[in-house]
């Protein structure tokens, strides 16, 4: 098999699987259940706290285990999460315009979920990864402006250990 046929091959498979994560996130994205909510969230908390050390060893399979989660969780903030993790593994592989794609399709889904800790919580990881995104494509004002809504959201938000990692990025942001 020659590269352009490798690359169709990959480009289709992208295809088929943005697909996928997108009708998923359509059925995802009604308002959830509160009793559900607390075992979806906490089930990807774990899952975050086992992989997050190993994303940048192997981004490909931890991917593919976020996007397989994030497909049996019934709790749409739970499975927006996932996706968000989806998302930083593409940042991770230098697959920027799959990670924009999956923080769009994230920011849509959580724009029709009612306002709670967990949605800022979940807001502020995603401005923090766009301004991260933006930052690598060079673009600093859109970078700033980014983890400036985080650190906002993550006011809102309880998850505080966060906020020295956005504190960092935005001044390093602003000095460059």
């Known amino acids: 098999m020659n590269k352009q046929q490798c690359r169709y091959r990959d480009a289709s498979i992208l295809s088929l699987l943005f697909v996928l994560v997108g009708c998923v996130l359509m059925q995802a994205c009604a308002p959830s259940s509160s009793n559900l909510d607390d075992d979806e969230l906490q089930a990807y908390e774990a899952f975050f706290n086992g992989a997050n050390d190993s994303i940048t060893i192997a981004p490909h399979r931890l991917r593919s285990k976020a996007l397989q989660q994030m497909q049996l969780?019934?709790?749409?903030?739970?499975?927006?999460?996932?996706?968000?993790?989806?998302?930083?593994?593409?940042?991770?592989?230098?697959?920027?315009?799959?990670?924009?794609?999956?923080?769009?399709?994230?920011?849509?889904?959580?724009?029709?979920?009612?306002q709670s800790v967990q949605l800022n919580n979940l807001k502020a990881d995603c401005a923090n990864l766009k301004g991260n995104l933006y930052a690598r494509l060079g673009n600093m004002d859109s970078s700033s402006i980014c983890f400036e809504q985080a650190f906002s959201y993550l006011q809102h938000g309880g998850k505080k250990t966060s906020m020295p990692d956005i504190l960092i990025n935005l001044a390093d942001v602003n000095n460059r």
């Open 73 to 114: 969780s019934e709790d749409p903030l739970a499975a927006c999460h996932y996706m968000t993790f989806a998302a930083k593994t593409c940042m991770v592989t230098s697959d920027i315009d799959s990670a924009f794609l999956l923080i769009n399709q994230v920011e849509h889904c959580a724009n029709n979920q009612p």
